[in-house]
């Protein structure tokens, strides 16, 4: 069983409208994107700094420990 499909008549202007609101949609995602990406990358050099930290403090305990 095929379901009819409802076709809409739009003017011209509203069919500007809509390209325009597509394409700002796509602009928008494509700014959220980047912001995951980016907040990704920044995590990671978070992490990779928690852990740097973490072992200069272990092997400056350690240097005590050994003096």
């Given at each position: 069983?095929?379901?009819?499909?409802?076709?809409?008549?739009?003017?011209?202007?509203?069919?500007?409208?809509?390209?325009?609101?597509?394409?700002?949609?796509?602009?928008?995602?494509k700014?959220?994107?980047?912001?995951?990406?980016?907040?990704?990358?920044?995590?990671?050099?978070l992490?990779?700094f928690?852990?740097?930290?973490?072992?200069?403090?272990?092997?400056?305990?350690?240097?005590?420990?050994?003096?």
């Open positions: 069983q095929q379901k009819q499909l409802n076709t809409v008549h739009v003017t011209g202007q509203e069919e500007v409208n809509n390209r325009i609101t597509l394409k700002a949609i796509g602009y928008n995602l700014r959220l994107e980047n912001m995951i990406k980016n907040n990704v990358e920044e995590s990671n050099s992490k990779n928690a852990n740097n930290l973490h072992r200069e403090n272990h092997d400056i305990k350690f240097s005590f420990i050994i003096q």
